[in-house]
C-alpha cells in the first residue's frame, strides 16, 4: 500500500497542477472579458454623452442619464469584484479550497447584500480580498515559498502583489467615491502601488542587480 501511495503522489501533484492552471487560465480569460465590456461601456457612454450635448440638459434628464449608466455597468462590477474575491486567495490556497472559499465569500457578500444593501456587500467581498492580498503582499515581500504565482522571482511576485492591490483599491475607490477625504486617499495609494508594482515588474532584473550590488557594498 505504502508503494502505490508513494507511486500515485507524483501523478496526484501534476493532476494538481494542472487543474490549477487551468483555473487560471479561466480566471484570467473572465477577468479579460469583464475589463473589455467595462471599456466598451464607458467608450461608449463617453462619446453619447458628447454627441447627445446631455451637458446641455435639465438635470432630471441628466440623473435619469446616469441612473441608466450605473444599471448597465453595474453586473459587470459585481462580476468583477466576485473574480477578484477567487483570484486573491488562489496565492494561498489550493484548487479545491479556493472553490470552498468562493463559495463562501459568494454567500456572505450576498447576505450582506440581502441585510445591508448591495454596496455593503460588494464592499464586504473587496474588504475580504484586500486583507488577503496584504497578507499576500507581506509574504511576497518577505520571500514566502508558499505562495502560488504563474512566474517566478522575487521582484515579479512583489510587483504582481503590488499591482492586484492597486486593483483592487481602485474598485473600491468607486465604490466610496461619495467620500472626499478617503476618495483622495484611495487614489493616491492605488496609483502608488500600482506605479510602483509595474516597476517592479518590467524591471525586475534591473532591481534585483541594483539590491545585489547595494548588498554587497
Known sequence: MNRNTKQMNPG?????????????????????????????????????FKFAAVQQLQPLEKMAYMARMNQVVVPFIIGLILLLGICVPKRLLSAQWLVRFGVAL???????SLWLGVTSGLIVVLAASLILQLVVLILAVAGSKRLHFEKSGYWVRVGSSLIHLGFILFVLDLLLYKHLSLHLFLFWVTTGSSVLGMLCCFYSQGMAATVSKFRGH
Do not use: H
Not at 24 to 48: E, N, R
Not at 106 to 112: I, P
Open 106 to 112: 459568494g454567500v456572505a457578500g450576498f447576505g450582506f
Open 12 to 48: 496526484n501533484k501534476e493532476m494538481n497542477s494542472r487543474k490549477s492552471q487551468s483555473l487560471d487560465y479561466y480566471l484570467i480569460l473572465a477577468t479579460v472579458g469583464v475589463l473589455f465590456a467595462l471599456s466598451v461601456i464607458c467608450i461608449f457612454g463617453m462619446f453619447y
